[in-house]
């Protein structure tokens, strides 16, 4: 059974930093692509970044372009999401999942299971 945990949110001010990491279990973690997926309160879900399995390609969103870093330990079967520059925008509940990494997209693939999330509150 495949089970994520996603971790490393938090409360930060505007322009601050945070490090979002995702450690899987039951899932052949090298053989896939990953991606980052956040939800506001009353908005759908959204890409914001995905990996390929070997690092060779990833895929930003437009609103976080320039500002964040996703990156992955195939050893240690965790993903990361480093986070600068945030906004309030920024605020939602962040979740990791196996993707589809496109050039242009990132889709969520496998079953409807989503881990818990880790939260990540900007304050202006």
């Known amino acids: 059974q495949v089970q994520v945990a996603e971790s490393g949110g938090g409360l930060v001010q505007a322009g601050g930093s945070l490090r979002l990491s995702c450690t899987t279990s039951?899932?052949?973690?090298?053989?896939?692509?990953m991606g980052w997926f956040r939800q506001a309160p009353g908005k759908k879900r959204e890409g914001v970044s995905c990996?390929?399995?070997?690092?060779?390609?990833?895929y930003y969103a437009d609103s976080v372009k320039g500002r964040f870093t996703i990156s992955r330990d195939n050893a240690k079967n965790t993903l990361y999401l480093q986070m600068n520059s945030l906004k309030p925008e920024d605020t939602a509940m962040y979740y990791c999942?196996?993707?589809?990494?496109?050039?242009?997209?990132?889709?969520?693939?496998?079953?409807?299971?989503w881990g818990q999330g880790t939260q990540v509150t900007v304050s202006s």
């Open positions: 999942k196996a993707a589809a990494c496109g050039l242009t997209y990132v889709d969520p693939v496998g079953d409807n299971y």
């Open positions: 039951g899932l052949n973690f090298g053989i896939y692509a």
């Open positions: 990996i390929t399995l070997n690092s060779g390609r990833t």
